[in-house]
């Protein structure tokens, strides 16, 4: 479970939000809400523990992420707005740099399923930079299965999908959901999930 309490975040001078309080459970899809500028990709970056915030506690499993940060740190997934990949690696290059950042080995069965899922399979050996906007999004986005995270943190990860693309992803979220994994994402896509979504909504400070 993913507890947020009483968290602020600035931006300059500007206070995006403060006193922002959630519970995220097992089997939970929920969605931040709101403007542009109001800071939803700020919020997801605290959480991942990519970016401070001024007070507040965020916890997991019970207890502070301090507790026990490494922890945190495997059961967690952040994918940005951007694709965070290499384009002068080839697409099984990246995804075992980035495994290993998190201290895993990626086996060769598991980068075959990963790159399956996402309509990748045989692109192993394929360079970053041949592929279209779409592709590189789904290398990124084979990071879920790759790395098997429980708590999904997705900063807008339709973009560059096409419609067939929308549809396997939304499939994805539920899936990772029904199987009691948790998803917190920003997206301006309007969800079609066969599973309910928890809004939630950034207002202004």
Same mark, same amino acid.
Not at 39 to 66: C, D, E, P, Y
């Given at each position: 479970?993913?507890?947020?309490?009483?968290?602020?975040?600035?931006?300059?001078?500007?206070?995006?939000?403060?006193?922002?309080?959630?519970? $995220?459970?097992?089997?939970?899809?929920?969605?931040?809400?709101?403007?542009?500028?109001?800071?939803?990709?700020?919020?997801?970056?605290?959480?991942?523990?990519?970016?401070?915030?001024?007070?507040?506690?965020?916890?997991?499993?019970?207890?502070?992420?301090?507790?026990?940060?490494?922890?945190?740190?495997?059961?967690?997934?952040?994918?940005?707005?951007?694709?965070?990949?290499?384009?002068?690696?080839?697409?099984? %290059?990246?995804?075992?740099? $980035?495994? +290993?950042?998190?201290?895993?080995?990626?086996?060769?069965?598991?980068?075959?399923?990963?790159?399956?899922?996402?309509?990748?399979?045989?692109?192993?050996?394929?360079?970053?930079?041949?592929?279209?906007?779409?592709?590189?999004?789904?290398? +990124?986005?084979?990071?879920?299965?790759? %790395?098997?995270?429980?708590?999904? $943190? $997705?900063?807008?990860?339709?973009?560059?999908?096409?419609? +067939?693309?929308?549809? %396997? =992803?939304?499939?994805? =979220?539920?899936?990772? +959901? %029904?199987?009691?994994?948790?998803?917190?994402?920003?997206?301006?896509?309007?969800?079609?999930?066969?599973?309910?979504?928890?809004?939630?909504?950034?207002?202004?400070?």
């Amino acid at each position: 479970m993913l507890e947020l309490q009483n968290l602020e975040a600035w931006r300059d001078d500007r206070c995006l939000y403060q006193a922002l309080s959630l519970t $995220l459970r097992p089997g939970q899809v929920a969605q931040i809400l709101g403007p542009n500028g109001v800071g939803k990709t700020t919020l997801l970056k605290q959480i991942a523990g990519l970016s401070q915030f001024m007070s507040g506690n965020i916890r997991w499993q019970h207890q502070s992420v301090s507790a026990d940060l490494q922890q945190f740190q495997q059961d967690v997934l952040f994918l940005g707005h951007l694709a965070g990949i290499k384009s002068v690696l080839t697409v099984a %290059e990246n995804l075992n740099i $980035l495994a +290993a950042c998190r201290g895993q080995t990626l086996t060769v069965s598991r980068l075959d399923l990963a790159l399956s899922r996402v309509g990748l399979r045989g692109y192993d050996d394929t360079p970053v930079a041949q592929l279209s906007a779409g592709q590189k999004r789904r290398v +990124a986005l084979a990071r879920l299965f790759t %790395e098997a995270p429980l708590l999904w $943190l $997705l900063d807008e990860p339709f973009t560059a999908i096409d419609q +067939a693309g929308v549809c %396997e =992803l939304e499939g994805w =979220l539920a899936d990772h +959901a %029904e199987q009691g994994g948790m998803v917190l994402l920003t997206t301006h896509h309007r969800l079609n999930l066969r599973c309910p979504v928890t809004p939630i909504e950034l207002i202004p400070a």
